[in-house]
């Protein structure tokens, strides 16, 4: 997203980087062009890497395109900040910028659908998926949902990208394995998951429940073989009284995320005036 302000970048070898590829430079091609050669690729991305930075730094861009980018990227959740000043750390917090979940219901009623890679690997870069909310208002009730689609192929073959924990467990190097976590708002309740279970059993990395500052939490471990579509989904027991507008999240992938909520939701959340009462927010 910042490229977009400064403009690409041309590397040495006349390769050229912009806000197109930036993603697939980063975090996939090189890793099949390089194999395991640590030092060629090391040396790509100290390239890729000070010449952004040098761009970045070089002020030769318009800072209003770059506030758009910046703020785009802090919205998308692609930029959390930690302050130990506590006045810039609560306006961190003000901003959602901290990533923190709220502990009540009164600014924000946040529910959420977050992703944590357990193959050890890069393979998510492959992954694509879409949100998407429904609402019961008269039972009070919430599902949200998420379509996941693996888009890796045969030709994907470094070791760096595989999932490298697969081995040990006889599944596919290519099948993503994820921790996927369901929140509830607090005073919310978790009624249903999809999977009810998760799909592998490890006693070090099962089917857990807990909270987190009081939003009860689930999660399932989903396998997602090649090519395959899945949906993940949870229904929740919205709690009583007034709700703040609806803050449906999840975590922020390589690829543009969108997200749908459904007009029966809109009378379970309150609004305050002058503002929206469904936002968006993408947490990683």
């Known amino acids: 997203h910042l490229l977009e302000a400064p403009g690409p970048l041309t ?15 980063l975090m996939s091609e090189p890793y099949e062009r390089f194999g395991m050669d640590n030092a060629a690729m090391d040396a790509y991305f100290n ?25 785009r990227s802090a919205e998308e959740g692609r930029i959390l900040a930690w302050f130990d000043d506590a006045s810039l750390e609560d306006l961190a917090h003000q901003y959602g910028l901290d990533g923190t979940l709220r502990e009540d219901n009164a600014e924000a ?15 998510e870069y492959h992954l694509t998926y879409s949100q998407r909310a429904s609402c019961d208002a008269d039972r009070r009730t919430m599902t949200v949902s998420m379509d996941l689609q693996s888009t890796i192929t045969d030709a994907i073959k470094s070791g760096y990208t595989l999932g490298l ?3 040990e467990r006889g599944i596919d ?11 509830a708002p607090p005073g919310g309740e978790i009624l249903s998951t999809t999977p ?12 857990r429940s807990g909270s987190d500052h009081d939003n009860p939490a689930e999660s399932r471990t989903l396998l997602l073989a090649e090519g395959e579509a899945r949906t993940v989904s949870y229904t929740v027991q919205l709690p009583e009284g007034d709700l703040g ?35 968006l927010s993408t947490i990683g």
């Open 109 to 123: 009623t946040q529910l959420g659908i977050y992703f944590n890679d357990y193959s050890i690997g890069k393979l």
């Open 11 to 25: 590397l040495a070898s006349g390769e050229v980087v912009d806000s197109g590829n930036a993603a697939s430079v």
């Open 165 to 167: 924990r697969n081995i």
């Open 173 to 183: 190097q290519r099948t993503m394995m994820l921790d996927v976590l369901f929140f």
């Open 196 to 207: 009810d279970i998760g799909d592998w059993w490890d006693p070090r990395f099962r089917d």
């Open 47 to 71: 390239e890729v890497s000070a010449g952004m930075f040098a761009k970045l730094t070089s002020s030769q861009w318009d800072i209003g395109a770059m506030w758009t980018q910046v703020v």
């Open 245 to 279: 507008p609806l803050e449906l999240r999840h975590t922020p992938g390589a690829h543009d995320t969108a997200v749908t909520i459904d007009a029966n939701c809109t009378p379970l959340f309150g609004s305050p005036e002058g503002s929206d009462n469904l936002r």
